[in-house]
């Protein structure tokens, strides 16, 4: 043992003294390179953010010398997790407001709203994550308790996945001309569901700039302390591109950020000025366009009706002309078509809009986020044409106690089917959905291999038949999301000429055995380190 140690320090003392400069280090190391053979080594040279050579530990330290060189400690060194389908500015609005994340009735929602009133001196209140398929009953909830509650203040809130907002009388009262209109549906329930929402929302104020960049930069460093360098922002407005860029541009915001702009007429103006973008680490070549709604709001557009609502097949949010015009225009700029799909008819009419990409492009990329319920029927145009699905494991962790309810038994079969959508694409994209879900990647790996939630709950997982390996999932979380966002020969795999973009993970895991618990010693992008545990 003790020659060993004596062996490793001359080798260490040997490479400071000769061999090529570079800037760091790492070695005593399993490095997971995420390459086709699935390659672990010990050791990897750095330098200008970019990795010089990875192999045995002998090999690097001989070759090599470095001011900066970190022993892992036989810790396990991934690329840094890419979470393919997330809302940081979502996540930055709720820590803003308020988090009703977890409440178990309308009561709890009224008590937390209390709660933020006492600290936060607001003239408005916004707040998010209320979920009602968490309470008693399945009931879509109505405006009389917040009304009541807060007679003097407007109060907008919304469900959980950001497709529902309720409010209050307050607020409703500010939308003219409120008199004229016929007080039913959302006017009289104070329930908004998707494209309804825009109506209260053209009168709902919204935080400063300043505090919205407070909270992107804290999520940024928390997403750091997971391990997590990248995020595809699904859908940005214009003037949160305009944010960003600047965040990039005063190398305030490292991460790596591949934002999709809503699929909107100012955002479509704005890319036919600008074509794609690419500014240092954030790049803009996508619109995130909506097919249907949700399947907790009854929204997912469904080929037949909702087993827990009859007749009722859910929400189709653009026509088909519609859809139509934005795959001509992608096709004419370049750019990327993400299109949110959950229910099997929203998932079948963007797998046939597609088509025609492929035609004309057989590497566009384009994607389906979400793709929550295919029909078993539907699932090979993702293979025939090169359909890139997008997916978030959580999301079957989180509904496993509900979708058949919505769904019916037959129709579960192809509902969160993500090895059966990986058999026909070969890839996929992993992602959170935050802050639908946790921004916790190590419980999307959870969920994808393990198929349980946080709790081990089912204990023998949720339809585990369509669980992924470990391995799969790991790369669904590294490199697959760089095929989906034309970034792969940059970064997600540790070889020579990638990005210097990793993390040491503070605890090892394999196909029986992820911990809820896990997170990142140390984080480097680009080689440099931005992120270090106080404690590990």
């Known amino acids: 043992m003790k020659y060993s140690w004596f062996v490793l320090v001359l080798l260490i003392s040997s490479a400071c003294m000769k061999g090529k400069k570079v800037d760091l280090i790492i070695h005593n190391a399993k490095i997971h390179c995420m390459d086709d053979q699935n390659t672990v080594e010990d050791a990897m040279a750095i330098k200008d953010g970019k990795i010089i050579e990875v192999g045995p530990e002998r090999q690097i330290l001989n070759k090599y010398r470095a001011d900066k060189i970190r022993d892992a400690k036989q810790r396990d060194v991934f690329p840094g997790f890419t979470d393919a389908h997330a ?19 309308m009561e709890e929602v009224v008590d937390r709203i209390n709660t933020y009133l006492k600290k936060k001196k607001r003239s408005f209140v916004i707040g998010r994550g209320w979920d009602q398929t968490r309470w008693k009953d399945d009931r879509m909830p109505t405006k009389e308790s ?24 307050a607020l409703l009262t500010t939308i003219r001309p409120y008199k ?48 997590v360098t990248g995020v595809h922002e699904a859908g940005v407005l214009n003037w949160q591109v305009k944010l960003l860029k600047r965040l990039v541009q005063e190398d305030r915001l490292s991460l790596n950020m591949y934002a999709m702009l809503s699929a909107n007429e100012e955002n479509y103006q704005f890319a036919k000025r600008n074509g794609v ?34 007749g009722h097949l859910g929400l189709q949010l653009i026509s088909e002309e519609g859809l139509s015009l934005w795959i001509e225009r992608c096709l004419a700029l370049n750019y990327q078509l993400n299109s949110h799909a959950i229910g099997d008819k929203g998932n079948q009419l963007v797998l046939n809009g597609y088509k025609r990409a492929f035609e004309q492009n057989p590497d566009h990329r384009w994607r389906i986020e979400h793709a929550q319920v295919v029909d078993p ?44 959508l990986y058999n026909q694409f070969g890839m996929l994209a992993l992602g959170t959905d935050f802050p639908v879900e946790d921004i916790n990647p190590f419980l999307t790996l959870r969920a994808a291999v393990l198929r349980t939630d946080k709790n081990d709950y089912p204990k023998n997982g949720f ?35 990638m990005e210097a973009t990793f993390f040491l ?8 055995s992820i911990p809820v618990k896990n997170s990142s010693v140390v984080t480097y992008v680009r080689g440099k380190k931005v992120y270090e545990a106080a404690v590990y």
């Open 87 to 105: 809302h940081m500015f979502s996540l930055a609005k709720q820590n803003l407001g308020v988090d009703l994340t977890d409440c178990k009735s």
């Open 146 to 169: 917040i009304s009541k509650a807060f007679p003097n203040i407007p109060v907008a809130l919304y469900r959980i996945d950001g497709h529902a907002l309720l409010v209050n009388e």
């Open 180 to 227: 004229t209109l016929i007080l039913d549906g959302p006017f009289e329930t104070g329930l908004f569901i998707d494209n309804e929402m825009s109506i209260p929302e053209a009168k709902m104020l919204d935080f400063s700039e300043k505090e919205y960049v407070e909270e992107l930069l804290k999520i940024q460093e928390k997403l750091y302390a997971y391990g």
């Open 277 to 310: 973008i690419s500014l240092k680490n954030l790049s803009v070549r996508s619109f995130k366009l909506y097919m249907d709604g949700a399947l907790g709001t009854r929204g997912a557009l469904l080929k037949a009706p909702y087993a827990d609502q009859h």
């Open 377 to 420: 029927s539907d699932l090979h145009f993702f293979g025939d044409y090169a359909i890139f699905p997008s997916v978030q494991p959580t999301h079957a962790t989180s509904d496993q106690d509900w979708a058949e309810n919505r769904l019916g038994k037959n129709r579960m079969k192809g509902a969160y089917a993500y090895r059966s």
């Open 463 to 497: 339809f585990v038949e369509e669980g992924l390996d470990l391995n799969t999932a790991l790369k669904g979380m590294t490199i697959w999301p760089q095929f989906a966002s034309f970034s792969e020969t940059e970064r997600g795999m540790l070889f020579q000429g």
């Open 505 to 512: 993970c503070a605890k090892s895991f394999n196909e029986t």
